[in-house]
């Protein structure tokens, strides 16, 4: 039995090695869908969960997911510990819209003279953004785990034009290198005393000048990287010439039946909006 690779930091923050191994040994029926039919089914989901406003409804689109990433047998225990950065993300959004809103207040507080009201339809929005955030990113790490990287690749280089297409590969090869090395400064910080289990107030200014230094040397990394692929006969571009699965037969009815679901939804919130405004 192979073993999973894994080099992080923090099992907070998803784990490219072993998202990539995911990707590589999957063997579950999804692992043998189309890439093209994985990459429609995301943008009507990014349609579909924008344009949401019922939180039933999104809440069973997040059920669903949910479903499909177990069924691939993907790691449920890793997803939870990656949710705590997109948490943060909407927590720190959920402060700036969520007050003010119409409807009946719950709670009201004084700040700087201000006073600031959270009604039910500002905790309605609060869920509503969780549950679209989670959705995304579950959906996202799917595909992601389920999906070779030299299809992605292949994907990627037919949608984006040039350099667009060379910038997301790059980037993407180059977070290996980026996070190999900032857990290894980390490791190196640790093991002389260091940590923000002690101190967060004395340990910030040590993980401030450990971040400085990752970012310089990332630079510098960089271009070596550039000049040792430039002597390999990099000229500006990656041929990618692996063939990627088209849609099946039921790839191509999934996708047909989720567009028209996604416009029907489109059209009645048209409707309800123009209704409300009359």
């Known amino acids: 039995m192979s073993t999973v690779p894994t080099t992080t930091f923090s099992e ?10 995911y990707a590589e040994n999957n063997k579950s029926v999804f692992a043998f869908m189309s890439p093209w039919t994985k990459f429609a089914i995301l943008t009507l989901l990014v349609v579909l969960v924008t344009v949401l ?32 950065l997109p948490i943060l993300f909407v927590f720190s959004l959920i402060g700036i819209l969520v007050w003010g809103e119409p409807g009946f207040p719950l709670i009201s507080l004084k700040i700087f003279g201000l006073t600031a009201i959270l009604t039910d339809k500002g905790v309605l929005i609060a869920i509503s953004l969780l549950i679209k955030a989670l959705t ?5 790490l799917f595909i992601l785990m389920t999906t070779r990287y030299s299809y992605l690749a292949t994907v990627i280089e037919r949608i984006f034009p040039a350099p667009l297409d060379q910038i997301f590969l790059l980037s993407y090869r180059f977070l290996f290198l980026t996070i190999s090395m900032t857990a290894a400064m980390l490791k190196a910080v640790c093991s002389r ?13 040590i993980f401030a000048e450990v971040f400085a230094l990752v970012f310089i040397r990332s630079f510098d990394r960089a271009e070596r990287v550039h000049k040792a692929m430039i002597a390999r006969g990099y000229k500006g571009h990656f041929s990618m010439n692996n063939e990627v699965p088209a849609p099946s037969q039921y790839g191509m009815i999934s996708i047909v039946i989720f567009s028209i679901i996604v416009i029907a939804i489109l059209i009645a919130s048209q409707l309800k909006w123009g209704l409300n405004i009359l």
Not at 12 to 21: A, G, N, S
Not at 58 to 83: D, E, H, N, T
């Open 53 to 84: 406003h019922s939180i039933i409804l999104l809440i069973s689109i997040y059920v669903a997911v949910i479903c499909i990433y177990l069924i691939a047998g993907l790691p449920a225990k890793k997803l939870i510990l990656w949710y705590t």
């Open 136 to 140: 995304m990113v579950t959906f996202s």
């Open 193 to 205: 005393g260091g940590g923000v289990i002690y101190s967060i107030r004395m340990q910030g200014k």
């Open 12 to 21: 907070h923050i998803p784990d490219l090695d072993l998202i990539t191994w």
